[in-house]
């Protein structure tokens, strides 16, 4: 990953507002620009404190939902009302408190049973709904979090879906989890035109040194095998950025 813009807040809370406030205006850069916003949500636990944020009237009121498509950079293989779906996540933090045509909001869909067809259908998604400048598809946006053990999206250390060079989502077995997942691959994620990682607390701390100054010749973290075409930003607490060396707060 070539050198992103660090951004380092007090806490949880104040990273979600600036984050909510980014998301806010490179929306309406977007839809200034070209008439949309396409972004791509991530899933877990931080970036619910961002969409609580987002759907509150200081934010939601900025943004022009009609001109919003939503999508998901990864889910797992549940029923969308699991208590482990990314799509229940954003649906009850943010997406049924804002006026999103139903029709722009596109979750992957994982309860057919089959996780291979299930991300293909999702790339069929891709390709009819996000605009494709130059013949490939691109979101304006995309969120991304990242786990203790580098893995991003549902990209996940000594898993096939890195090799992943062709297909713009993928379904992958997460060995250490036993459960499958369908993620958003590598070349989908570096074609964005912005990426937004989030990251949130003190466990996180190692792998954000690991990921932003590690040793380049150790094998790379999966968050570090983005080769970003745009432009990417970390938000993160001081508590996840505190052995970084030249911790700079904002
Ligand atoms: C998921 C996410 C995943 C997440 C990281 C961090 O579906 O879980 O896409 O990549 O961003 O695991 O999760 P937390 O924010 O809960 O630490």
């Known amino acids: 990953m070539r050198n992103p813009a660090v951004f380092i807040y007090a806490d949880l809370d104040e990273l979600s507002a600036q984050a909510a406030a980014r998301w806010v205006a490179l929306a309406g850069q977007a839809i200034a620009a070209r008439g949309w916003f396409h972004v791509a949500l991530s899933g877990g636990s931080t970036p619910r404190h961002l969409y609580e944020r987002l759907a509150r009237a200081e934010f939601a009121a900025r943004v022009d939902w009609r001109r919003v498509h939503i999508y998901f950079g990864d889910e797992r293989c549940v029923a969308p009302d699991h208590p482990d779906s990314n799509f229940r996540m954003a649906r009850e933090a943010l997406l049924q408190h804002v ?37 490939r ?5 995309m969120l991304l979090g990242l786990g ?36 958003m691959t590598f070349p989908m994620i570096d074609h964005s035109r ?57």
């Open 99 to 135: 006026p999103i045509p139903a029709a722009q909001v596109h979750r992957i869909e994982t309860e057919q049973g089959d996780p291979r067809a299930a991300a293909y259908a999702y790339e069929q998604t891709l390709l009819r709904h996000m605009p494709a400048p130059h013949g």
């Open 137 to 141: 598809v691109q979101c304006d946006l």
């Open 148 to 183: 203790p053990d580098g893995h991003t999206a549902s990209l996940f250390p000594d898993t096939p879906i890195l090799n992943e060079r062709e297909r713009l989502v993928a379904a992958v077995y997460v060995e250490k989890l036993q459960a499958w997942r369908i993620s």
């Open 194 to 250: 912005h990426i937004l990682v989030m990251v949130a607390g003190r466990d996180k701390a190692d792998v954000v040194r690991q990921a932003l100054r590690g040793d380049t010749r150790a094998p790379r973290l999966p968050v570090q095998m983005i080769e970003a075409e745009g432009d990417v930003e970390w938000y993160m607490d001081r508590a996840a950025a505190q052995q970084l060396d030249d911790g700079q707060s904002t």
